[in-house]
């Protein structure tokens, strides 16, 4: 119950190069967590949705924080994500344990896909217990597009400030979202 990872290289077709991951371990996320203060209640099917991003994304990701390794700092990285007066908060931490700074996100431009996202999933999760495949299949395919329009938003938000791929923004998509549920 995931999300459906587009099966090329997305981050080229959107015009977006992540940062080199050839045998880097430097330029990647080794852990991540969410500010859970913000958040009320998840449903089980919410729940699922954040362990397997944060799964997925620990596993396999391309970040790269611009002014941190400007600096000098070096990865890899543990972030924590917190929303703070209706910013996103990126709290970095580099490998040597020191804070690399904060990152903050204006959320104007998400806010509509945020709410999209949920409907649909709130329609896709409904429909895995009564439809037939073809609509389960439609709902699916529109939740994907609303995800990915999602993911160029982030995408667009993060240009120089992080350097990532596709995917991990993706994963990044679910993980705002999910800080974004009130109850």
Same mark, same amino acid.
């Given at each position: 119950?995931?999300?459906?990872?587009?099966?090329?290289?997305?981050?080229?077709?959107?015009?977006?190069?992540?940062?080199?991951?050839?045998?880097?371990?430097?330029?990647?996320?080794?852990?991540?967590?969410?500010?859970?203060?913000?958040?009320?209640?998840?449903?089980?099917?919410?729940?699922?949705?954040?362990?397997?991003?944060?799964?997925?994304?620990?596993?396999?990701?391309?970040?790269?924080?611009?002014?941190?390794?400007?600096?000098?700092?070096?990865?890899?990285?543990?972030?924590?994500?917190?929303?703070?007066?209706?910013?996103?908060?990126? %709290? *970095?931490? #580099? +490998?040597?344990?020191?804070?690399?700074? =904060?990152?903050?996100?204006?959320?104007? /431009?998400?806010?509509?896909? @945020?709410?999209?996202?949920?409907?649909?999933?709130?329609?896709?999760?409904?429909?895995?217990?009564?439809?037939?495949?073809?609509?389960?299949?439609?709902?699916?395919?529109?939740?994907?597009?609303?995800?990915?329009?999602?993911?160029? %938003? *982030?995408? #667009? +938000?993060?240009?120089?400030?992080?350097? =990532?791929?596709?995917?991990?923004?993706? /994963?990044?998509?679910?993980? @705002?979202?999910?800080?974004?549920?009130?109850?």
């Amino acid at each position: 119950m995931g999300y459906a990872l587009l099966p090329l290289n997305a981050a080229a077709c959107w015009g977006r190069k992540g940062p080199d991951m050839d045998q880097d371990t430097t330029n990647r996320i080794e852990a991540i967590t969410l500010d859970e203060a913000t958040v009320i209640a998840r449903s089980d099917d919410i729940e699922k949705e954040r362990e397997v991003a944060l799964r997925d994304l620990v596993e396999e990701n391309a970040f790269k924080p611009v002014r941190a390794t400007q600096d000098g700092q070096q990865g890899p990285w543990h972030v924590h994500l917190e929303v703070v007066e209706g910013m996103l908060a990126w %709290h *970095l931490t #580099d +490998a040597s344990g020191q804070p690399a700074g =904060t990152i903050g996100l204006g959320m104007a /431009r998400m806010r509509r896909a @945020i709410r999209d996202y949920f409907a649909i999933c709130d329609s896709y999760y409904k429909a895995l217990r009564r439809a037939s495949a073809q609509e389960i299949e439609t709902i699916d395919m529109a939740r994907r597009g609303i995800h990915d329009r999602g993911t160029r %938003h *982030l995408l #667009d +938000a993060l240009e120089g400030k992080v350097e =990532t791929d596709f995917e991990t923004a993706r /994963r990044l998509f679910t993980l @705002i979202c999910v800080l974004h549920i009130k109850g």
